[in-house]
């Protein structure tokens, strides 16, 4: 297979969402774990309710809405501040170890990033990441005003690249995004970071779940949505094999 066109989500695939952790724990003493699960839980919910709703807002303040349920909910008093060095750590989220090196070696193909980030915070991320040095393209479903996995969403693709949907490779760790994506034609690659067989060790080593152990049971993996990937890697560093 010889793709014109590598298509990356950001958050999780590109960019380690795990890597709030360290700031929620500073900002919020012995909640760091549970505060960063709700969040992202919340934050992906936030986007499919609005989306269905049909009252777009953009990630920003999705995520923004998210984290103030997630600290409402846990009781948790705040000064701004400590709310916004919070917020701040989404445009400085750490990229995965072998993020820089797979899309080097994946071009002269044309490289983007689709994702439900609003286009500051991914502009902000990507720059800050130097990832800005090697995409073509930094898409944002925010032209849509709507979140994956609505098709409208992944027509952004075709739309700003001029690639048919056989033509491009679209990259997710997300199983939702995933399924999304093959059921609107794309080919498309699953970061499996977490196989079955770790997950359900994981659930049934201790009496009580730890909130990571729950986040990945729900989020990591595949749903069954009648949608399955062409490609299961477990790493970044692989697509070049495939594409």
Not at 68 to 85: I, K, P, S, V
Not at 102 to 113: G, H, S, Y
Not at 207 to 212: G, R
Request: proline share 5%.
């Amino acid at each position: 297979m010889s793709m014109k066109a590598v298509v990356f989500d950001a958050y999780g695939t590109l960019y380690d969402i795990q890597s709030v952790a360290d700031i929620t724990e500073d900002a919020f003493p012995g909640y760091g774990e549970i505060i960063t699960q709700v969040w992202r839980i919340k934050q992906l919910e936030y986007t499919w309710l609005r989306s269905l709703m049909q009252r777009y807002q953009d990630f920003a303040a999705v995520t923004r809405d998210s984290l103030a349920y997630t600290l409402r909910m846990l009781g948790l008093a705040y000064e701004n501040d400590a709310f916004e060095r919070v917020i701040e750590k989404y445009l400085q989220l750490d990229l995965y170890p072998d993020a820089t090196a797979a899309l080097t070696a994946l071009k002269p193909r044309k490289l983007a990033i689709l994702s439900n980030g609003s286009p500051d915070m991914l502009n902000a991320l990507v720059r800050n990441s130097g990832l800005d040095a090697l995409l073509d393209a930094t898409i944002s479903v925010d032209a849509k005003k709507i979140f994956k996995p609505s098709p409208e969403a992944y027509e952004l693709i075709g739309e700003m690249l001029g690639t048919a949907p056989d033509e491009v490779l679209f990259v997710s760790s997300n199983p939702w995004d995933v399924a999304g994506a093959k059921s609107f034609g794309l080919n498309v690659a699953w970061i499996e970071r977490v196989t079955p067989e770790a997950m359900a060790l994981a659930c049934v080593e201790n009496e009580l779940v730890a909130p990571l152990t729950m986040f990945r049971a729900i989020r990591t993996q595949m749903d069954e949505l009648g949608f399955a990937p062409d490609h299961r890697v477990r790493s970044l560093s692989e697509l070049p094999g495939i594409a």
